[in-house]
């Protein structure tokens, strides 16, 4: 029994032999107004994440965060989110990586016209990373290929646009 403990103590720690914690997040700020109708929205976001490097090209992670919504004359709306993820980095030349981030996604609150409601997703996000040191990184990911349902609502789609443009930063230890 003690050789088995010794093994698997043996083979955990030669998987994670490179592995790295890392912490950051992303803040998000939004205003939309709609000059046809006189609707404007302000959304601020702020999302907290934690992951774990495997090895060069995969991480796990998950987002935890909260969104809140202002909508023009009416009440404001917050919705709590978690989103667990792993990214694939598929391509790297000196300090910039190309990922592809593959995960889940649950929302529950008031958003987007439901009230205490909850929001299932799935879906892939392209992205880009800087390493501006060994300990500092820069993420960009943007648009995505995914599905979501609310109530009785479901959407499926592929958008890649700067409309859905996101900005992050982590620190590895």
Same mark, same amino acid.
């Given at each position: ?21 890392? $912490? ?12 046809? %109708?006189?609707?404007? $929205? %302000? ?27 202002? $909508? ?102």
């Amino acid at each position: 029994m003690k050789k088995l403990i010794l093994s698997a103590v043996v083979a955990l720690a030669a998987m994670t032999a490179n592995a790295q914690i890392w $912490v950051g997040g992303e803040v998000g700020f939004n205003y939309h107004n709609n000059d046809d %109708t006189d609707v404007s $929205v %302000t959304t601020f976001t702020v999302a907290p994440e934690i992951g774990y490097t495997l090895n060069d090209n995969w991480d796990l992670a998950i987002k935890i965060g909260d969104e809140y919504s202002k $909508v023009k004359d009416m009440d404001a709306r917050n919705a709590f989110f978690v989103n667990p993820y792993a990214r694939y980095t598929f391509y790297k030349t000196g300090k910039v990586g190309f990922f592809l981030d593959g995960g889940f996604s649950i929302k529950t609150g008031d958003f987007d016209g439901y009230e205490d409601e909850t929001q299932f997703g799935i879906g892939i996000r392209p992205g880009v990373k800087f390493a501006a040191s060994d300990k500092v990184t820069f993420v960009a990911s943007f648009g995505g290929l995914g599905y979501t349902k609310v109530a009785d609502d479901s959407d499926f789609g592929f958008n890649v646009n700067g409309n859905m443009l996101q900005f992050g930063c982590y620190y590895s230890f």
